[in-house]
């Protein structure tokens, strides 16, 4: 089955501490990105890439890290959290690129206290 | 930045109405997708629209856009309570590189 898998579900943490989502699609797909959604701001995007090893970044990438190292893998990195990153996070894949329709996780709760 | 903006924020009708939202952006576009969210889970593609095209259409939806007026709307005819659900436009745009921008959305209560 064609999805895109985000661990973990549900996060609950402290500020400072490091901590890295997960991503992973079975499509081989080369577009991957980040979202994150805030109640009355819809979703804003954090990073995407366009292959392996090619990252950019998106409306919002500060206190965030991305990598690319295997085309099916896109972990969302937070360095060193803070309250204000608490969110839901989305990742999404297409075939190409952003004007494809994007497949996505079914998201990750973070809670940062 | 939000490139579109979604209007009215919430809608309720009645099951086998239709619901009708529109999406405005701000700037020159290649496409307008729309999306579907169950309350809590990732969105699911519905349609894409070109900036070349008028109107599309798949299943009960209908999608217009006015590249005049820079918007688009959705109409979900004959809805259902599964519709129940939010409602995003999102934009792609040659100034904006492979960046994908989303609207704040509509939320959709059908009744039964």
């Known amino acids: 089955e064609a999805q895109v898998t985000q661990n973990p579900r549900y996060l609950i943490t402290v500020t400072g501490k490091k901590l890295t989502v997960t991503c992973s699609q079975n499509?081989?797909?080369?577009?991957m990105s980040w979202y994150r959604q805030d109640p009355g701001l819809g979703l804003r995007q954090i990073y995407y890439s366009m292959n392996v090893e090619v990252t950019d970044k998106g409306d919002v990438p500060e206190g965030y890290k991305v990598s690319r190292k295997e085309k099916r893998n896109f972990p969302l990195i937070l360095e060193s959290p803070s309250p204000n990153q608490t969110s839901l996070y989305f990742c999404a894949s297409s075939p190409q690129g952003a004007y494809q329709p994007q497949h996505f996780g079914d998201g990750t709760r973070l809670s940062i206290l | 930045s939000q490139q579109g903006e979604e209007d009215p924020q919430a809608l309720s009708i009645q099951e086998g109405e239709n619901a009708t939202m529109n999406c405005s952006y701000k700037?020159?576009?290649?496409?307008l997708q729309w999306y579907r969210q169950n309350s809590g889970r990732g969105l699911v593609h519905l349609i894409l629209?070109?900036?070349?095209?008028r109107e599309k259409h798949s299943g009960r939806l209908r999608v217009t856009l006015d590249t005049s007026k820079k918007s688009s709307s959705l109409l979900i005819t004959a809805s259902r309570a599964a519709d129940t659900a939010s409602y995003f436009c999102?934009?792609?745009?040659?100034?904006?590189?492979?960046?994908?921008?989303f609207g704040g959305g509509t939320r959709v209560l059908v009744k039964p």
């Open positions: 629209i070109r900036s070349n095209e």
């Open positions: 499509m081989n797909h080369e577009y």
């Open positions: 700037t020159s576009i290649n496409n």
């Open positions: 999102a934009t792609d745009a040659f100034a904006a590189g492979n960046k994908l921008t």
